[in-house]
DNA sequence: TGGAAGCCTGGTGT
DNA sequence: AACACCAGGCTTC
């Protein structure tokens, strides 16, 4: 199914920053599992082609493009995140790349693997506790629906330790206990402000300040979230802040997300696949 | 209250 | 070949 897409979008910059784990790039297709379909994606010149599997196109599209982030106004977001030469050029230079609109719950997962990790790992780990835990999609063995949290706390901490997951495996089951007992209400955060919800996140087992904001961006409707990580460090310490200034990591968050505004997120994702593109090059 | 060590594992460098 | 060293971080002391 062809779907036009009149702003601006760059599907690779936005399925390969970093943000979602599940995605593979065949020649110039991505495959990936959202809403329980098997979805793949190739951009063309005015918008995507997709396919989808087991629901009907027509039903995905809008949820698609709701998950793609193209249902926000990019313009005006650069217009409020243009304050120096850096972001412009990184603008400029990953122009149309969107900050998705994930599932929470598997948002989380996700980033409570990253910790001291990197992305081929990550994705490996996310796609095995589906593969374990979730169920096979169609008559697909290939890929698998994303597990519950119901799913991840029965399977149990012994279980998902031998996936490789290694420290990992505690925080997993115990942060799926308190989701699938309640005791953690995800869906509620994103009315939630940007504070209070920062607060309930870092309550969960290997949730920090780092991991809460990538949730907190990437999937709870928060778009000041500004997740300070090394390349974001090196960033701020090389473009914006004095060395001497101290680094604590929230200060350096707060410090990042009253100048930029209301969508430092968006600034700190260029700003992060600018400082990283850079450094493979 | 800040800062450093430890944690699983896999990849990289020596 | 075998062995350090470290990584997109959290927790604990």
């Not at 390969?16 to 098997?38: C, I, L, M, P, T």
């Not at 313009?75 to 900050?99: N, P």
């Not at 490996?124 to 991840?152: M, Q, W, Y």
């Not at 310490?237 to 930029?260: T, V």
């Amino acid at each position: 199914m062809l779907v036009t897409i009149d702003e601006p979008f760059n599907l690779a910059a936005t399925l390969e920053s970093g943000q979602a784990f599940r995605w593979h790039k065949a020649g110039d297709v991505y495959q990936g599992v959202v809403f329980g379909n098997v979805i793949e994606i190739r951009g063309v010149p005015r918008g995507i082609e997709f396919s989808c599997l087991p629901d009907a196109e027509n039903d995905i599209a809008p949820l698609l493009c709701d998950y793609l982030g193209l249902n926000i106004d990019l313009a005006s977001v650069y217009e409020a995140i243009s304050v120096d030469k850096h972001i412009e050029e990184a603008i400029t230079r990953y122009s149309g790349m969107r900050v998705l609109r994930q599932d929470p719950w598997e948002c989380l997962v996700g980033f409570i693997c990253s910790s001291a990790s990197n992305i081929p790992r990550i994705s490996r780990n996310v796609e095995d506790i589906s593969i374990a835990f979730g169920k096979p999609i169609g008559r697909s063995i290939k890929r698998h629906s994303f597990p519950t949290p119901e799913d991840l706390a029965e399977a149990g901490e012994k279980r998902i330790f031998r996936l490789g997951l290694g420290y990992r495996a505690t925080y997993l089951s115990k942060t799926a206990q308190a989701v699938a007992e309640g005791d953690m209400d995800l869906a509620s955060l994103r009315k939630d402000s940007y504070g209070h919800a920062l607060e309930a996140l870092v309550t969960l087992a290997g949730v920090g300040d780092k991991v809460a904001n990538c949730v907190l961006l990437f999937s709870l409707d928060k778009p000041e979230a500004f997740p300070v990580d090394t390349w974001i460090i090196r960033v701020l310490r090389e473009w914006y802040l004095d060395e001497a200034m101290p680094n604590s990591l929230p200060k350096m968050r707060a410090w990042a997300q009253g100048y930029f505004g209301p969508y430092a997120g968006y600034a700190n994702q260029y700003l992060f696949h600018e400082r990283r593109r850079r450094d493979r090059s």
